[in-house]
T-cell receptor, first 114, second 113 residues
Framework: GESVGLHLPTLSVQEGDNSIINCAYS??????FIWYKQESGKGPQFIID?????DKRQGQRVTVLLNKTVKHLSLQIAATQPGDSAVYFC?????????????FGSGTRLSIRP | EPEVTQTPSHQVTQMGQEVILRCVPI?????FYWYRQILGQKVEFLVS????????KSEIFDDQFSVERPDGSNFTLKIRSTKLEDSAMYFC???????????FGPGTRLTVL
């Protein structure tokens, strides 16, 4: 069935440290994964995506890792800053070029300790 | 930078009333979406729209819901007879192509009393 879930609802990180947010998915047919950031009072904001034919993708200060064997996805944020405080959602699409709906996970709230 | 806009930011209505939530997608985008997020829960897909028709909808999107692109810029979500459980944040999104990133608006908070 369709299910994208997160291991932890909250994560507290020291400013400057790296953050790792994990996500599990259950649909083997999922072939496209996206991480979104949602700040308070705003809509989800695209951070980075990865297709199932890749196992790693890097952006600016962010890296997404995909392990299809165990159906696990992670988002790594390097040198976490106060502006990184938000709820992070993993999401997936089945059928990268043909499906329209994005299925969101439950979200992890990242808070930064000064 | 172009962005998706939504109005109103907050809508309060009585149960049983009709509401129309409005969105202006990014101008050169062709695919339009509505999602909702009940407080504290995950974002849920409602419907996608392309070429003036619904291309996909979820089981949440029942006969009480409808979408329309009344002109070249607006995209609306109508709830015919609101229920208490329709209270949520409603997000509009748009994308240039089906396999492109979906850009989300800031949302409309709907409160049904």
């Amino acid at each position: 069935g369709e299910s994208v879930g997160l291991h932890l609802p909250t994560l507290s990180v020291q400013e400057g440290d790296n953050s790792i947010i994990n996500c599990a998915y259950s649909n083997s047919a999922s072939d496209y994964f996206i991480w979104y950031k949602q700040e308070s009072g705003k809509g989800p904001q695209f951070i980075i995506d990865i297709r199932s034919n890749m196992d790693k993708r890097q952006g600016q200060r962010v890296t997404v890792l995909l392990n299809k064997t165990v159906k696990h996805l992670s988002l790594q944020i390097a040198a976490t800053q106060p502006g990184d405080s938000a709820v992070y959602f993993c999401a997936e699409k089945s059928g990268y070029s043909s499906a329209s709906k994005i299925i969101f996970g439950s979200g992890t709230r990242l808070s930064i300790r000064p | 930078e172009p962005e998706v806009t939504q109005t109103p930011s907050h809508q309060v209505t009585q149960m049983g009333q009709e509401v129309i939530l409005r969105c202006v997608p990014i101008s050169n985008h062709l695919y339009f979406y509505w999602y909702r997020q009940i407080l504290g829960q995950k974002v849920e897909f409602l419907v996608s729209f392309y070429n003036n028709e619904i291309s996909e909808k979820s089981e949440i999107f029942d006969d009480q819901f409808s979408v329309e692109r009344p002109d070249g810029s607006n995209f609306t979500l109508k709830i015919r007879s609101t229920k208490l459980e329709d209270s949520a944040m409603y997000f509009c999104a748009s994308s240039r192509r089906l396999d492109n990133e979906q850009f989300f608006g800031p949302g409309t908070r709907l409160t049904v009393l």
